[in-house]
């Protein structure tokens, strides 16, 4: 597998190119949700929507969460685009043997405090006009220290023009309870979430 490097000049550009590209892209950014994680590692899981996701990762983790930032990708996307495991980016083969290593370098990633990780557990994007998102395997796999366990949140991005040129790009963010994370219902859990955020947020107006 590709494990993640983090060149200083390399990530410093990516979260500069995040923020400008955001910032001139989007009419707004707008977070909802309560973070409250204070020296405890972090697992962001959220679905994926488009090419912005992992730049919309890293603007949301320097907004709200403030760790070094790490991101799954397919291994080959990511032998395509070598240059982001020099910003966080490591790499996973599903359906494969080096699945496990994978799985195994996450849990080590989440056994420091000053780390943050985002997977899209779908794989692939899918429309954010989907009711319901579906997991692939292997996130229920992951085992965390028990002396310092990292918080889950879910994240549900969803995107809204409204009156305006340029699309709002919204982020809704839950925690994960103790419960969930002890059963490793992870899709359950995040599709309840999911589903309240997109009623939620349908019934927004201006």
Do not use: C
């Not at 409250?36 to 320097?62: A, R, T």
């Not at 685009?81 to 980016?89: H, I, Q, T």
């Amino acid at each position: 597998m590709i494990e993640a490097k983090h060149n200083p000049l390399v990530y410093g550009f990516f979260k500069n190119y995040s923020r400008i590209r955001i910032r001139k892209t989007f009419q707004e950014v707008v977070i909802r949700g309560d973070v409250s994680s204070v020296g405890k590692p972090v697992l962001l899981l959220s679905n994926h929507i488009s090419w912005w996701d992992g730049f919309g990762g890293l603007y949301l983790n320097e907004k709200v969460f403030g760790r070094k930032f790490h991101f799954m990708m397919d291994e080959e996307q990511l032998r395509q685009r070598w240059l982001f495991s020099y910003s966080g980016g490591f790499s996973i083969r599903p359906n494969s043997r080096s699945l496990f290593e994978s799985l195994h370098y996450t849990e080590q990633l989440l056994s420091k405090p000053e780390n943050l990780v985002v997977i899209y557990p779908q794989g692939k994007l899918f429309s954010s006009h989907t009711y319901e998102v579906q997991f692939k395997k292997g996130i229920e796999r992951l085992r965390f220290n028990q002396e310092l366990k990292p918080d889950v949140y879910f994240l549900v991005q969803l995107t809204d023009y409204f009156q305006f040129e340029k699309p709002t790009l919204y982020f809704y963010l839950q925690k994960a309870t103790d419960e969930v994370i002890a059963n490793h219902s992870y899709e359950l859990a995040y599709n309840k979430f999911y589903q309240q955020t997109l009623q939620l947020h349908s019934q927004l107006t201006v």
